[in-house]
């Protein structure tokens, strides 16, 4: 349905709207604006690389891009001179340079075995001590000794007539880690004066207030 519109005599300037049948009212018509278009930029043309360029590049170089000069450092350009002459750059791939081969770990020759010294057959008179089996003797009968007992007897034979503090064999026998006193000495060479036996108890002698030595039998 549409409408018309007529002029009345007693207001000329107002219209009758009346409606005319078998016409649609037509809509205005709304027309999307149309979207703006993007500029494409330029991409400005390059010359390849020239032959004096490509001769001189080493082996296994190449050029891979030819890059304008609206994109080369400012800096460059300014010590080069493009405001006189236009210029253009070239991207060139150069092959990263091997690294040097290791020098090779000197090997240090295996070291010589040590050989044992030879078995000496224990005195059938004395004390003997054996540092190699860790075994003493008392008169050629093989005395039954703990590890300190041991060190003990070994430190005092290797250094006769030689006065040892209490600290001194502390620290030798039992080691600078140990938490001890001299008592502990005392203790340990009460114990061996008893497997040496009567005969030998008394070559580990006492020096009072100092420590002991070992004074071997005449």
């Keep these: 349905m549409s409408y ?3 002029a009345t005599t007693s207001t000329p300037h107002l219209r009758a709207v009346r409606a ?4 649609a009212p037509t809509a205005p018509e709304h027309r999307r604006p149309a979207p703006a278009r ?11 690389a020239p032959e004096s360029l490509l001769a001189g590049l080493q082996d296994g170089a190449a050029v891979v891009a030819a890059l304008p000069q609206s994109v080369l450092p400012q800096g460059l350009l300014a010590q080069l001179g ?3 002459s236009p210029l253009v750059g070239y991207l060139v791939l150069v092959p990263a340079e091997a690294p040097a081969p290791a020098a090779p770990t000197p090997v240090a020759a295996p070291a010589a075995p040590v050989a044992a010294r030879p078995f000496t057959r224990p005195a059938d008179n004395g004390i003997s001590v054996d540092l190699d089996r860790r075994n003493a003797y008392v ?12 060190e003990l007897l070994a430190h005092l034979t290797e250094h006769p007539h030689r006065v040892h ?3 001194q064999l502390v620290h030798t026998v039992w080691g600078y880690g140990h938490v001890g006193d001299g008592r502990t000495v005392d203790v340990h060479v009460a114990r061996l004066r008893r497997k040496l036996g009567a005969a030998y108890r008394d070559t580990i002698v006492t020096v009072r207030r100092v420590g002991y030595k070992y004074a071997p039998a005449a």
């Design 165 to 167: 503090t209490r600290d």
């Design 82 to 84: 493009a405001a006189n």
């Design 20 to 23: 005319l049948p078998g016409l």
């Design 38 to 48: 993007q500029a494409v930029p330029t991409v400005p043309t390059v010359a390849p």
């Design 139 to 150: 008169d050629g009968v093989l005395l039954d000794l703990t590890y300190l007992e041991f």
């Design 4 to 6: 018309a519109a007529t």
